[in-house]
């Protein structure tokens, strides 16, 4: 209960007894809602209360309970005293959790940090430590200028940190300029809402990273496009910029269909691209048959991952997992690449848990590994965004 709901009740329960006085005097016990020798300990232990004497009012208050054959009224009325003492007490040892968030939030209203942050280790050796108190307490730590002890309070705070808290955690690290912490606390707001909001910060901070090669930029704004946070006409022109030059001409002109369907992509130079793209993809698609034997044969299975790509922006996508397959067989110049192919076509096969241990397999040094983490974090929300099918018919 909040502070002002306790003191309602209180205040209710005072002026019930006021009420309640003259009833007792003017009716016999068996008729009054709550008798004397209940209602008189419970006052007395209202006015201990108040005098900051809790223990001596948790004394009185057992006395109350201690009557025999109490009615339901006096039975409710006891358990009410009994909260509001304990609760106003601050004292976990009479009060219970409801006794140390009360003293949590007066201490936070009183902008007392360092006492709320030793409520808050009180309630979690209580096993009382919920979303709401953990947020005060990393607020306490922020506000007091911890930004340190706040980083390290919310990740020990483990599933007790909402929403809110973890962006707390994301703006402490960003003061910090701790990018690990940023991107942690970044990964588990998407994992758990998948909010293009978060999507879009999360690839922000894979695009600053250094010594990007071209397929792993691709990768990047795939990851956009999938998430539908690509940003403007900018973004829809550099993915299909790279798709051309990596031969994915069937995803340039699905990206470039669907800038233009936005009313980014209708000026001339849009419109050309769009036309090659299109001129392209039907090359790729007329000559895929030829390309999957030729990489087949090839003793390397960095070919086989370019022509599962096309496969997956062909809309073949069960057809693309097998050739991934077959391409991590071999020996491969570019593992990372192959590996965010694979788990990328297992979210469009509809393969998600395999996705995922797929991607969360690559172990490599480098940029690799953050992007295939990316493109895990996806295949936990594949279902995001309507862009997650390719181009194509799916078979």
Not at 8 to 30: E, N, Q, S
Not at 96 to 121: F, P, R
Not at 361 to 370: C, Q, R, T
Request: hydrophobic share 45%; charged share 20%.
């Amino acid at each position: 209960m909040t502070a002002n709901k306790l003191h309602a009740v209180a205040a209710a329960f005072l002026l019930g007894t006021a009420t309640l006085g003259a009833t007792m005097v003017m009716t016999a016990p068996a008729q009054a809602a709550v008798r004397a020798v209940v209602g008189e300990p419970l006052q007395q232990a209202m006015a201990l209360a108040a005098k900051g004497d809790y223990k001596g009012a948790m004394s009185l208050v057992d006395k109350a309970s201690a009557v025999s054959d109490k009615t339901a009224e006096e039975t409710s009325t006891i358990g009410q005293v009994k909260a509001y003492v304990g609760a106003k007490s601050g004292d976990i040892s009479l009060g219970g959790a409801a006794a140390a968030k009360n003293k949590l939030a007066s201490d936070y209203a009183a902008k007392n940090y360092a006492a709320v942050i030793a409520d808050g280790d009180a309630l979690s050796k209580a096993g009382a430590l919920d979303s709401t108190s953990a947020a005060v307490v990393a607020q306490s730590y922020y506000l007091s200028g911890n930004k340190a002890g706040c980083i390290k309070y919310i990740k020990a705070a483990g599933s007790a940190a909402d929403e809110a808290t973890l962006q707390l955690q994301m703006k402490c690290a960003f003061d910090l300029n701790d990018n690990t912490t940023q991107r942690d606390a970044l990964e588990q707001l998407v994992a758990r809402t998948g909010k293009a909001e978060y999507w879009t910060n999360l690839v922000k901070l894979a695009e600053a990273a250094k010594n990007l090669s071209d397929p792993q930029s691709l990768q990047i704004e795939r990851i956009k496009y999938l998430t539908g946070t690509l940003a403007g006409k900018d973004d829809y022109i550099n993915m299909a910029q790279l798709d051309l030059q990596l031969g994915l001409p069937a995803e340039a002109s699905t990206v470039l269909d669907k800038g233009t369907a936005a009313g980014l992509l209708n000026d001339d130079r849009s419109k050309k691209l769009q036309a090659l793209a299109k001129q392209q993809s039907a090359q790729v698609a007329s000559g895929l048959a030829a390309a999957l034997a030729a990489a087949n044969k090839d003793s390397g299975g960095d070919a086989l991952v370019k022509v599962c790509l096309q496969q997956y922006t062909a809309g073949q996508a069960k057809d693309a997992v097998a050739t991934c397959k077959s391409a991590t067989g071999k020996t491969l110049k570019d593992k990372d690449s192959a590996v965010v192919a694979l788990g990328l076509v297992q979210v469009a096969a509809g393969q998600s848990a395999e996705a995922i241990k797929t991607l969360n397999a690559d172990k490599g040094d480098g940029n690799g590994p953050m992007i295939a983490h990316l493109y895990a974090l996806y295949a936990a929300h594949p279902g995001a965004s309507a862009a997650a099918a390719p181009a194509g018919k799916k078979k």
